[in-house]
């Protein structure tokens, strides 16, 4: 059975690092492209970052490109997020994903 | 960038009744195109990938179709399990983007 668990989210100051975590299992983690997804509350879904399968080649969304920093490690079958210098803005619920398949979700706030 | 208008917004319809949701894009994106249903609470589900192929499991009822700009995704009878929204993915270019989202009440 594919699992994604994601871990890491919590509530951080403006100005403030995170970093998320995901743990898959149930699938031959590097054979995948991976996806971090973020959803504000209420809101709709924005993609944020993907990494190939073996992080050769990383993308992100503008509004956090040079601030995040998404990694992967095979050898542990884990997805990571680095977050830094968060705003108001990156509150929301953080989602890993293979696209097909998707975690429940860590939640960051960003609030003084 | 590639933007995905989604339409409608919101919808009401009856259990039983046929509800079409459609994206279109900016450019074409052949059928690198998805649909997932979120229920309140809960992550997104693929429903459809490829812009029509049905993922597996997911029941009869929903469809895709289209290529190219312009994208449909149809429940032919609507169920009270069905209360959702639902959004649109395109992937064929970076960045990704998703519909707005259209939220299905009964």
């Known amino acids: 059975e594919v699992q994604l668990v994601e871990s890491g989210g919590a509530v951080v100051q403006p100005g403030g690092s995170l970093r998320l975590s995901c743990g898959v299992s149930?699938?031959?983690?590097?054979?995948?492209?991976m996806h971090w997804v973020r959803q504000i509350p209420g809101k709709g879904l924005e993609w944020v970052s993907e990494i190939s399968w073996n992080g050769g080649t990383r993308y992100y969304a503008e509004s956090v490109k040079g601030r995040f920093t998404i990694s992967r490690d095979n050898s542990r079958n884990v997805l990571y997020l680095q977050m830094n210098s968060l705003t108001i803005e990156d509150t929301a619920l953080y989602y890993c994903?293979?696209?097909?398949?998707w975690g429940q979700g860590t939640r960051v706030t960003v609030s003084s | 960038d590639i933007q995905m208008t989604q339409s409608p917004s919101s919808l009401s319809a009856s259990v039983g009744d046929r509800v079409t949701i459609t994206c279109q894009a900016s450019?074409?994106?052949?059928?690198?195109l998805n649909w997932y249903q979120q229920r309140p609470g809960k992550a997104p589900k693929l429903l459809i990938y490829?812009?029509?192929n049905l993922e597996t499991g997911v029941p009869l009822r929903f469809s895709g179709s289209g290529s190219g700009t312009h994208f449909s995704f149809t429940i032919s009878r609507l169920q009270p399990e069905d209360i959702a929204t639902y959004y649109c993915?395109?992937?064929?270019?970076?960045?990704?983007?998703f519909g707005g989202g259209t939220k299905v009440e009964i």
């Open positions: 993915l395109h992937f064929d270019h970076l960045p990704p983007a």
């Open positions: 149930g699938f031959t983690f590097d054979d995948y492209t």
């Open positions: 994903t293979r696209r097909d398949y």
């Open positions: 450019q074409d994106i052949g059928n690198y």
């Open positions: 490829d812009a029509s």
